[in-house]
C-alpha cells in the first residue's frame, strides 16, 4: 500500500516551489552611463535620491565638477603652447622691443636684447650688494597652479627661470642673465646716463660692464656685464635710452666659463648679465 507524502514535508536540498512568471525578464544593463552628461545627470539623481542633504550635496558636487573642468581647459592650453614656451622666453605676439623684464627700487628693467633675438631668461644671486629684483612674468620652474594663474593675468607673456644659486650669495633675483648668440646687438636697460665703463669681473679685458644712473630713481646704479665692443660715443656721462641706445655685443663668453643658462634651455647660453645695486 503506498503511502501519501505529507504535504508539508520539505523538500531536503531544494527550495520550496514558487509560482514562475512566464514572461521573458530582460536582463539588467549595469554598466555605467556613457558621456560626461549622463554620468552627471546620474550622480545627481543618486545625491537627490540620497535623503538628507541631498541638494546641498548637489550643489557642492556641481562646483567640484566646475573646478575640476575649469583645471583640465587649463592643463590642455598650457601643453598646447608648453614646447614653445621651453624654446622662447617671450610671445613675440604680446610684446615690443621696450618689454619691461623685471622692476627694482622703482626702475623698469627694459630686456637689453630685443625680443626676437632672445634666447633666455634666468634669474640667480651674485652677492650681497646687489637688490633684488621683482620678475614680470611666470617662472617657469615655479608651480604649476600659480602658474596657470598667472598665465591668464599676465598682459605680457614672459617666462624665466629661477635658476640654481651655485653656492652664491645674495638675493634670488639679484641677477639677471639674458640670453642671446654671441655677437647679438646689446641695448640700454634703462633710460639714464652712463657712470662707468670697466672691465667685467668675470673675463676681465675680454669684456666691458657698463654701468647706468636711470632717471627714474638717481639712487641706484643698473650694471651690465659681459659686453664686447662697446659703441662708439658711449662713455661716462652720456645719456642712453631704454631699448634704443646699443651699448655693444654679446660676448662669446664660452671660451673662459660655462654659461649656467646651457643647463637650463637648449643652446650655448651665452647672454649679458644685468643687476641693480645702491649708488654709493
Do not use: C
Not at 32 to 53: D, M, Y
Not at 209 to 231: D, H, Q, R
Not at 232 to 254: F, H, I
Amino acid at each position: 500500500m503506498r503511502r501519501e507524502r505529507k504535504r508539508h514535508a520539505p523538500h531536503v536540498g531544494y527550495l520550496p516551489m514558487r509560482e514562475v512568471d512566464p514572461r521573458p525578464v530582460r536582463p539588467r544593463d549595469t554598466r555605467w552611463p556613457a558621456g560626461p552628461k549622463a554620468v552627471l545627470f546620474s550622480a545627481a539623481l543618486r545625491i537627490r535620491n540620497s535623503g538628507v542633504g541631498s541638494w546641498r550635496g548637489l550643489v557642492v558636487l556641481l562646483a567640484l565638477l566646475g573646478v575640476l573642468f575649469l583645471v583640465l581647459a587649463l592643463l590642455i592650453s598650457r601643453e598646447a603652447t608648453g614646447a614653445k614656451n621651453s624654446e622662447t622666453p617671450l610671445d613675440l605676439n604680446s610684446v615690443g622691443q621696450d618689454v619691461v623684464l623685471a622692476e627694482v627700487s622703482g626702475v623698469d628693467v627694459t630686456s637689453p636684447i630685443h625680443p626676437e633675438e632672445l634666447t633666455a631668461l634666468g634669474y640667480h644671486p651674485s652677492g650681497q650688494d646687489l637688490i633684488g629684483m621683482s620678475p614680470r612674468g611666470r617662472e617657469l620652474s615655479g608651480g604649476l597652479l600659480l602658474g596657470l594663474f598667472e598665465h591668464s593675468t599676465t598682459q605680457e607673456k614672459i617666462w624665466y627661470y629661477l635658476m640654481d644659486p651655485a653656492g652664491r650669495s645674495g638675493p634670488d633675483t639679484g641677477a639677471l642673465d639674458v640670453g642671446a648668440e654671441a655677437g647679438t646687438a646689446v641695448y640700454a636697460p634703462v633710460t639714464g646716463r652712463v657712470v662707468a665703463i670697466r672691465p667685467d669681473s668675470l673675463l676681465q679685458d675680454e669684456a666691458q660692464m657698463v654701468v647706468i644712473k636711470p632717471v627714474e630713481n638717481p639712487e641706484v646704479f643698473l650694471s651690465v656685464s659681459l659686453v664686447k665692443g662697446i659703441a662708439r660715443r658711449v662713455g661716462p656721462d652720456w645719456p642712453v635710452r631704454a631699448g634704443e641706445t646699443k651699448l655693444g655685443s654679446v660676448v662669446d663668453s664660452r671660451q673662459f666659463l660655462r654659461p649656467q643658462l646651457s643647463s637650463y634651455v637648449p643652446g650655448d647660453g651665452n647672454h649679458v648679465t644685468v643687476s641693480a645695486s645702491w649708488a654709493n
